[in-house]
């Protein structure tokens, strides 16, 4: 086992130093900026919307047992179904959330967003919906997301200049493109321009 340990390290480190690593980014680097996890920005939405009172039925302890079970998109159909809400509305409210959430001087956050700076990384793909990523890291490039690639994706692999940043599921600055249903993500998922892009990756 440590034998495997080893030549993996070596391999990352080789792929590291020929520029050909790409750090995945979760919602683990924003929440040291306050920026809600899935379950809270769920649960945040349903009483946002008013779950907790519609026809004298409180809806809420329903998403508490789908987040309990880590079963997000449930009670994303929940808020959709009984507070009578589109998903445009949804998405809506997250962007709202997540701009309030924000501390007003982000230089006193200890994050881990620095030291992804100071390495030799070209591409980075983030599932978050922020742009917290686009304070630290120095790029021509505006981030964009994923699914808006019209490049040749193997000349962005090739081009070792220039930093990206890529969004999977979204991001704030256009509200409509966040994913946030099972529906929105099939939809993606299913869309075979995006994964090839993806698999490229």
């Known amino acids: 086992v440590n034998n495997m340990k080893k030549l993996f390290i070596k391999e990352l480190r080789e792929k590291y130093f020929e520029n050909n690593l790409v750090p995945f980014?979760?919602?683990?680097?924003?929440?040291?900026?306050?920026?809600?996890?899935?379950?809270?920005?769920?649960?945040?939405?349903?009483?946002?919307?008013?779950?907790?009172?519609?026809?004298?039925?409180?809806?809420?302890?329903?998403?508490?047992?789908?987040?309990?079970?880590?079963?997000?998109?449930?009670?994303?159909?929940?808020?959709?179904?009984?507070?009578?809400?589109?998903?445009?509305?949804?998405?809506s409210f997250v962007v709202k959330k997540i701009l309030q959430s924000l501390p007003k001087d982000m230089s006193l956050v200890d994050n881990n967003y620095s030291d992804l700076a100071k390495c030799n990384f070209t591409i980075y793909l983030t599932t978050n919906y922020d742009h917290i990523i686009q304070k630290y890291i120095s790029s021509d490039f505006t981030p964009i997301?994923?699914?808006?690639?019209?490049?040749?994706?193997?000349?962005?692999?090739?081009?070792?200049?220039?930093?990206?940043?890529?969004?999977?599921?979204?991001?704030?600055?256009?509200?409509?493109?966040?994913?946030?249903?099972?529906?929105?993500?099939?939809?993606?998922?299913?869309?075979?321009v995006y994964s090839n892009l993806f698999s490229i990756l």
Not at 25 to 48: F, H, N, R
Not at 70 to 80: F, R
Not at 157 to 175: A, P, Q
Request: glycine fraction near 6%; aromatic fraction near 8%.
């Open 25 to 91: 980014i979760g919602a683990g680097l924003s929440m040291p900026y306050g920026i809600p996890d899935w379950g809270t920005l769920i649960k945040d939405c349903a009483i946002e919307l008013g779950l907790n009172s519609i026809d004298d039925v409180d809806f809420i302890p329903m998403i508490d047992l789908n987040l309990k079970t880590n079963d997000y998109w449930e009670a994303m159909n929940i808020i959709k179904k009984y507070a009578n809400r589109s998903e445009q509305d949804i998405q």
């Open 145 to 192: 997301n994923l699914k808006d690639i019209h490049s040749n994706m193997q000349s962005i692999l090739t081009d070792k200049e220039n930093k990206r940043v890529f969004h999977l599921h979204g991001n704030i600055s256009d509200e409509s493109s966040i994913v946030l249903t099972r529906e929105s993500y099939d939809s993606l998922y299913q869309n075979n």
